[in-house]
């Protein structure tokens, strides 16, 4: 049973760069998809990256295209969100997910979601 905790939030100025961290306990990451999504108070939950079993497909959604990077590094059944050119309104709690199949882009086909990290970006 796969475990998955959320680390690397916190505040950082606008324009700065967060790396988030998704670490997996009881179980191997390698077989699997993988995505994080993030969600901001009073706002519903947003997809935001997605990366395949091997890291070779990737997809983002628009606004952060260009900015933020998903990878994976399946030895130390990691997945990471490196957020650089950080924006206000990128602030959320952020958290990942194995996906489970159906539309990537969609929170309701992944499991094993983590407890999320926070990331503040001031202005």
């Known amino acids: 049973q796969v475990q998955l905790v959320e680390s690397g939030g916190g505040l950082v100025q606008a324009g700065g760069s967060l790396r988030l961290s998704c670490a997996a306990s009881g179980g191997t990451l390698r077989s699997y998809a993988m995505g994080w999504f993030r969600q901001a108070p009073g706002k519903e939950r947003e997809f935001v990256a997605y990366i395949s079993w091997n890291g070779g497909t990737t997809y983002y959604v628009g606004s952060v295209k260009g900015r933020f990077t998903i990878s994976r590094d399946n030895a130390k059944n990691t997945v990471y969100l490196q957020m650089d050119s950080l924006k206000p309104e990128d602030t959320a709690v952020y958290y990942c997910?194995?996906?489970?199949?159906?539309?990537?882009?969609?929170?309701?086909?992944?499991?094993?979601w983590g407890q999320g990290t926070q990331a503040t970006v001031s202005s």
């Open positions: 997910g194995r996906y489970l199949g159906g539309t990537y882009y969609s929170a309701r086909g992944y499991g094993y």
